[in-house]
């Protein structure tokens, strides 16, 4: 299986914040990679797919980048609802795996 | 909108046979271009991806359940299940439905979850 990895494990910062997640693969996916936002007690979201397509009603605030083996996911000027958990998934082979999540905490 | 709802028994005994039962509403479950897949997330920890079905009946298990798991649909009633056997502690988790477009092999939509609690 593709192991990937999420960092850091958990973020801190404020409003208004841009960030940067990074997420690393154990071999190379080419841009086979999603990234999802989670909540508390809700379902993974879909934000960005092929590694920087953002999907369809999803802020441009959030944006994509890599290929190979290492991938980030920035969001720029952080709002209230962008404090949650970032998933990234390979899907260039199965089974399709997740990084560990990053938490991204209120300063 | 593709509506997924996840449905089945909230508890199951050890060494039993876990099953949930996904329906589909917004769209056919017949149409090309998707698999409809089983993802779980054990409390606090990550997501584990268990395998897709297409329409057609054709499967794909992750193989770290492989033995365990059956994947099956029924596109006259739009619904898609999971059944896991000899369920233990460790199969404790959210379980997910979700579709795979197999265009990008994105996850594009989820239901909300249901939590299998496995106890005695």
């Known amino acids: 299986d593709i192991q990937m990895t999420q960092s850091p494990s958990t973020l801190s910062a404020s409003v208004g914040d841009t960030v940067t997640i990074t997420c690393r693969a154990s071999?190379?996916?080419?841009?086979?990679l999603a990234w999802y936002q989670q909540k508390p007690g809700k379902a993974p979201k879909l934000l960005i797919y092929?590694?920087?397509s953002l999907e369809s009603g999803v802020p441009s605030r959030f944006s994509g980048s890599g290929s190979g083996t290492e991938f980030t996911l920035t969001i720029s000027s952080l709002q209230p609802d962008d404090f949650a958990t970032y998933y990234c998934?390979?899907?260039?082979?199965?089974?399709?795996?997740f990084g560990q999540g990053t938490k991204l905490e209120i300063k | 909108q593709v509506q997924l709802q996840e449905s089945g028994p909230g508890l199951v005994k050890p060494s039993q046979t876990l099953s949930l039962t996904c329906t589909v509403s917004?769209?056919?479950?017949?149409?090309?271009?998707?698999?409809w897949t089983w993802i779980r997330q054990q409390p606090g920890k990550g997501l584990e991806w268990i395998g897709y079905?297409?329409?057609?009946?054709?499967?794909y298990y992750n193989p770290s359940l492989k033995s365990r798991v059956t994947i099956s649909v029924d596109t006259s009633k739009n619904q898609f299940s999971l059944r896991l056997s000899s369920v233990t502690a460790a199969d404790t988790a959210v379980y997910y439905c979700?579709?795979?477009?197999?265009?990008?092999?994105?996850?594009?939509?989820w239901g909300l979850g249901t939590l299998v609690t496995v106890s005695s």
């Open positions: 079905i297409f329409y057609s009946g054709s499967t």
């Open positions: 092929k590694a920087s």
């Open positions: 998934q390979q899907s260039d082979s199965y089974p399709f795996t």
């Open positions: 071999q190379s996916i080419s841009t086979w």
């Open positions: 917004g769209g056919s479950i017949s149409t090309g271009g998707y698999y």
């Open positions: 979700a579709r795979e477009t197999v265009e990008f092999t994105t996850l594009d939509s």
